[in-house]
């Protein structure tokens, strides 16, 4: 979406409301949703170039980093930011390139653990702060004051989400 169909979005719809329309939440969807989709093209691009990895590469690394344990492969579904409809083709690509280990269970030797291993834990060291410079970059446009209430409010709609 360029300037002028933004502009043509805002002046459209808010200023020309939709006759019996509660639209005011859009003024809140319409823009998440093109911060979302720059952020996503932005790291991708990033990822792919630098390190070579996908959203969802760094996702599953990231949530073994942050959450510093080993983890299912459902716990790990579940603990994504992004969804994995591909979680066994995923942790296969990351074991290929020795980023994961995969472990048996001491509960349920039926059962696969997932762990970072150190080389995955590296690569996470590397790329997560790059990543934290591009989204830095985005929000830059924010003071601190309005980043960090941005942030809050943010905070208190995603845990509304979660049960």
Known sequence: MNKEQLDNYYHNIFDNKPDGLDISVLKIVLPLTLIQKEVMQQNSLLLEKKYDLTLSQINLLSTLLFNDMTMSPTQLSQSMVFS?????K????????????RIESSQDRRSMLVQLSPKGKAMCKKAIPDLLESDHTIFSTLDSSEQEQLAKILKKLVYTMVS
């Open 90 to 101: 995923l942790l296969k690509s990351l074991e290929s390139r020795e980023l994961i280990e």
């Open 84 to 88: 994995s409809g591909g979680m066994t």
